[in-house]
C-alpha cells in the first residue's frame, strides 16, 4: 500500500515539474521573463497610480473656486467650486471664515449649497454664475480632451495587461504611446480650462445688478489631474525604456561575472 501511494506521489510531482517547464517555456519564447515580467508590472503600478489620479481629477468638480469678497454688515457671503461638469455655489457664515481672509472661502467649509450640471453638454447653454456667463465653447474642449485621455489611458492598460497574460510584448510599446498619450491630453485639458477660467471672469453678463468683484484659486481636483498628466508621462517613460534593446545597458554596465580576473 505504501508502494502504491509513493508511485501516486511521484506521477504528481512530475506532472507539476512538466506544467511549470511548459508555462517557463511559453514565456521565454515570448520574450518575457521573470525579471522583466516584473519590471512590467512595477511600471504599470507607477501607470495605476497615474490613472486613479486621472479619474478622481475628472469625476470631481473642485477645480477651480471662486471667491467674492467678504461685505461689511452682512452676515453671509458666497463662494463657488466648479470642474468639467457641473458648479456648486455656496452661501457660508462669515463667521466660519477665517479672519485672515478678506474674501469668501474655502468651499469646503459647511453651508447651503446648490449644485448644478452644465448645461451645454444637453441643451446648449451657457452657464451664468455670479452675474458672469461661462463660455461653453472652451468649457466644452477641455472635457471632450480629457475624456479622450481617459480612453487612451484605458487602451494603454489593455495593452499591458495583454503582454502581461497573453505574452504580446509588441503591444509593450503601443500601450507605451498611450499612457504618454493620455498624460499630454490631461496636461492639455488643465491648459484649456486654466483659458475658460479666464474666459468666464471677463464674461460679465449685462444686467442691471453689477457684478461682485471675483478672487479664484485652483483646487486639489487640477492638483490630482496635473499629478495624474506626469505621471501617466513617467510610466509612458519607463514602458519604452523596456521595449530598448538591452546590449547597450549591458555595455554601459557590465556584470560582476564577466570582469577580467
Known sequence: MMMWSNFFLQEE??????????RAHGRYRSGLTPEREGKVKLALLLAAVGATL??????????VE????????SAVCEAAHLGLWKVCTKRLWQADVPADRDTCG???LPGEANCTYFKFFTTGENARIFQRTTKKEVNLAAA????LGLVVMALGCLCIIMVLTKGAEFLLRVGAVCFGLS??????????????????????SPEPLPAPRLTYEYSWSLGCGLGAGLILLLGAGCFLL????????????PKRGHRAT
Do not use: D
Open 13 to 22: 510531482n512530475r506532472r507539476r515539474e512538466a506544467a511549470g517547464r511548459r
Open 54 to 63: 486621472a479619474v478622481l481629477s475628472v469625476g470631481t468638480e473642485f477645480w
Open 66 to 73: 471662486l471667491n467674492t469678497y467678504k461685505a461689511n454688515g
Open 106 to 108: 474655502p468651499a469646503e
Open 144 to 147: 471632450v480632451i480629457a475624456v
Open 183 to 204: 498624460g499630454l491630453l490631461l496636461l492639455v485639458s488643465l491648459e484649456v480650462f486654466r483659458h475658460s477660467v479666464r474666459a468666464l471672469l471677463q464674461g460679465v
Open 242 to 253: 523596456l521595449t530598448l534593446p538591452s546590449w547597450p545597458w549591458g555595455s554601459l554596465c
